[in-house]
């Protein structure tokens, strides 16, 4: 059953949803990046071009979008719902570009355990935003993927909690452990922009239902 009320979709619409797709899309890109780096680094010089690259391109689509909402008459998606969502999916890669690059200014030898679970949940994450972005033009029922997302954002808490207790009570340089709290703090603000893009897109339901 779809959860919003169909009406036919104009032209100014359907740009817009192609350019959140291509966000959402984006951001999967750049996660999955992330995962493959931190599970090839750190000969992996090639991958963080690849998410900067990613990162340039999610700016690109946004500024794209907030120009498209702000030329375009009220349509299929409120401005300002518009507006958040295109800013939580670009927040998602910006945040990711930032763990890449802090893994070379940080000259990191090689990752720890926690900081792969991290990158794995936060592209699971945003396998599931690509899944549930098309749906947001269809009218179909998203809710199991936004639960999904708030799941895996407790998942990345948890995962957090227990990363930062062990960097305290290994006995571990200092030094060392200020660069890995960095490090968990990025991944854990790109997991929770995941969660950010779920509740803007419940609001949305909420709103046309």
Not at 160 to 177: H, N, Q, S, T, Y
Request: include cysteine.
């Amino acid at each position: 059953m779809p959860i919003f009320k169909r009406s036919a979709h104009s032209a100014r619409d359907t740009e817009l949803f192609d350019l959140l797709e291509s966000a959402a899309a984006n951001v999967k890109r750049a996660a999955a990046l992330l995962e493959e780096l931190l599970g090839s680094f750190p000969d992996a010089q090639e991958l963080a071009r690849a998410i900067l690259l990613c990162e340039q391109e999610g700016d690109r689509i946004s500024h794209t979008i907030y120009r498209h909402v702000a030329q375009s008459p009220p349509g299929a998606i409120d401005r300002h719902d518009a507006h958040a969502l295109a800013a939580a999916l670009d927040d998602v890669v910006d945040y990711v570009e930032e763990v890449a690059d802090f893994l070379g200014l940080y000259k990191i030898e090689a990752p720890m355990e926690q900081a792969q679970q991290l990158a794995t949940t936060l592209r699971q994450a945003c396998d599931v935003i690509e899944r549930a972005l098309p749906k947001l033009r269809s009218g179909d029922d998203y809710s199991h993927e936004t639960v999904e997302i708030n799941r895996l954002e407790n998942d990345g808490d948890r995962i957090v909690r227990e990363a930062l207790a062990a960097l305290f009570e290994g006995g571990i340089d200092p030094m060392v452990v200020i660069r890995w709290k960095d490090l968990y703090e990025r991944l854990e603000a790109a997991i929770d922009a995941t969660e950010r893009v779920a509740n803007i897109l419940d609001g949305i339901a909420l709103k046309q239902r």
